[in-house]
């Protein structure tokens, strides 16, 4: 959340955001594409221009209680998953070995963004 009062518009939050959002621009940011890395926060040189607040409540959040946050919730959802049989596929521990043991095989090599349209 970016308190207009205080900003500067020195745009550092927005140079430093992964995923190019104009931080700056917004007041709130409601997007599907952030990460939550905290970046824009961590780069913002005014105290209280720029803060992570939990929805509704309005309250800032110390970056420790947020990362806390976010790992207790990926265990909570994780461990429901498994036990109640949804995180599980096909692929079994032994196909899992071989995989990783062959991660520098070119056909895992990550595309960046490009695709070869095959005819
Ligand atoms: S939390 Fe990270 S991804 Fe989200 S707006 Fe800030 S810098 Fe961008
Ligand atoms: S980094 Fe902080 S002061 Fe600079 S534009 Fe972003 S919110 Fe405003």
Redesign the pocket.
């Known amino acids: 959340m970016r308190n207009k009062k205080t900003c500067v518009d020195c745009s550092k939050c927005t140079v430093?955001?992964?995923?190019h959002?104009e931080?700056e621009k917004k007041n709130i940011?409601y997007?599907v594409e952030?990460?939550?890395?905290?970046?824009?926060?961590d780069s913002c040189p005014v105290s209280g221009a720029l803060d992570m607040k939990l929805l509704g409540f309005g309250k800032k959040i110390h970056y420790a209680v947020y990362a806390g946050l976010v790992v207790g919730l990926f265990v909570v959802f994780m461990n429901t998953a498994r036990f109640t049989g949804y995180w599980h596929n096909n692929v079994s521990v032994q196909e899992y070995t071989e995989l990783v043991q062959d991660l520098d095989n070119p056909r895992f090599k990550h595309q960046q963004g490009k695709f070869e349209i095959e005819e």
């Open positions: 430093a955001c992964p995923v959002i931080v940011v997007d952030c990460l939550g890395c905290y970046d824009c926060v």
